[in-house]
């Protein structure tokens, strides 16, 4: 839940690696967050494939990163397990894409990576929930350390730190438990070394959600982190005034 795969590095995985599954030290999600999606889009040749992940938090709007939606004014969502067999079944609901207006790029301030894609017609699919304002505002420190969280997506997969930097592909939704390490007004980072415990996510789980605990309320989506994957996610929150005042010219937010 990572990052946009960029058009050459997917062509570099592929040929230095057969495709595996996604996750960084996961396992796989075998249907338990099947709100959570992957972004199809469709390029200049005519050719579609998957770039980022995402979720439905209403019948027609799916959640994802600005830096994913910021090249397409159409994209497509899959909730297929498997990503590249849903796009080869034609398992694809169309929408618009919906880039925040103040999406600022690399930025560590705030850089409003948050954006939605409204779909043409509705899935029947239970929709996930958007964390209430302010909620890890109302934890301890102490609490923060202690709580857990789930991420979900479709992006590379590591199980081991051999190997090399390049994570290896196969479209499969995969989740991953992980402990928080810090976070402040815009920023939830969270751990991901398998000797504490922690999974997490790589290149292509980018929009993808970050659940507290168990739950199906997300608390932040993935944008960036250490570029490895090995280390780190740093997820954008969206029970922040800023996020939620965006998702609220799409969705109903309690």
Not at 150 to 160: D, F, I, K, L, P
Not at 197 to 224: A, E, K, L, M, R
Request: proline fraction near 5%; hydrophobic fraction near 40%.
């Amino acid at each position: 839940m990572k990052r946009l795969i960029p058009l050459l590095a997917a062509i570099l995985m592929a040929v230095v690696a057969q495709p595996a599954s996604a996750i960084v030290f996961g396992e796989s999600d075998d249907g338990r967050h099947p709100q959570t999606g992957a972004m199809v889009v469709e390029f200049e040749d005519g050719t579609m494939d998957w770039i980022c992940s995402g979720a439905l938090i209403s019948p027609t709007v799916f959640l994802t990163a600005s830096h994913c939606t910021e090249d397409f004014e159409r994209a497509w969502v899959t909730f297929a397990d498997d990503a590249d067999d849903g796009i080869a079944a034609g398992d694809l609901h169309a929408g618009t894409t919906y880039t925040h207006p103040e999406w600022g790029g690399a930025r560590y301030d705030d850089p409003h990576d948050i954006a939605v894609i409204v779909l043409d017609e509705p899935v029947d699919i239970n929709p996930a929930s958007i964390a209430p304002l302010g909620t890890i505002d109302d934890w301890s420190n102490q609490e923060l350390r202690a709580q857990r969280f789930t991420a979900v997506g479709y992006g590379g997969e590591r199980e081991s730190f051999t190997g090399g930097i390049l994570p290896i592909y196969n479209g499969e939704r995969r989740l991953a438990y992980q402990s928080a390490h810090n976070a402040n007004s815009v920023w939830l980072d969270l751990a991901m070394t398998p000797t504490n415990g922690n999974g997490g996510t790589c290149y292509g789980d980018s929009g993808g959600p970050h659940f507290i605990g168990d739950t199906d309320v997300i608390i932040s989506i993935t944008v960036t982190g250490d570029v490895p994957c090995k280390a780190f996610d740093k997820t954008y929150r969206v029970d922040t005034a800023e996020a939620q005042a965006f998702l609220g010219n799409f969705v109903a937010i309690d």
